[in-house]
């Protein structure tokens, strides 16, 4: 995947980064992020969504704890706002409970 990700930035295309939202899937999202220097893009990931998900998923009390050990460990890291909404709504989104949230990648 590494190898792929990086041609595709060679060949100067366009990375987009979709991940559930939860701490693993800001992890994948930031991890790419990284490999591609800063050229992934996360579409679908913001602090908004996590609000006005229709369909989230409670977290448990060591899903809070490991994001808010993450916060105060990465607090300027991409993503961190949207882990921060995660805290605040005490929920996570499985990212195809936005399928609906596709249609607005076209005009992005």
């Known amino acids: 995947v590494s190898a792929l ?15 559930d939202l ?3 899937g800001v992890r994948i999202a930031r991890q790419l992020h990284r490999l591609t ?21 409670p977290l448990s009390p060591p899903q809070r704890t490991r994001i808010a050990r993450d916060l105060e460990v990465h607090p300027e890291e991409p993503l961190a706002a949207t882990l921060a909404a995660i805290l605040e709504t005490n929920a996570w989104v499985e990212q195809e409970s936005l399928i609906d949230e596709i249609p607005s990648l076209a005009e992005a």
């Open 37 to 57: 220097e800063g050229a992934a893009e996360p579409v679908l990931m913001g602090p908004d969504l996590v609000r006005r998900a229709r369909i989230r998923c």
């Open 22 to 24: 939860d701490l693993g």
């Open 5 to 19: 990700v990086a041609r595709v930035v060679a060949a100067r295309g366009r990375v987009r980064v979709w991940c």
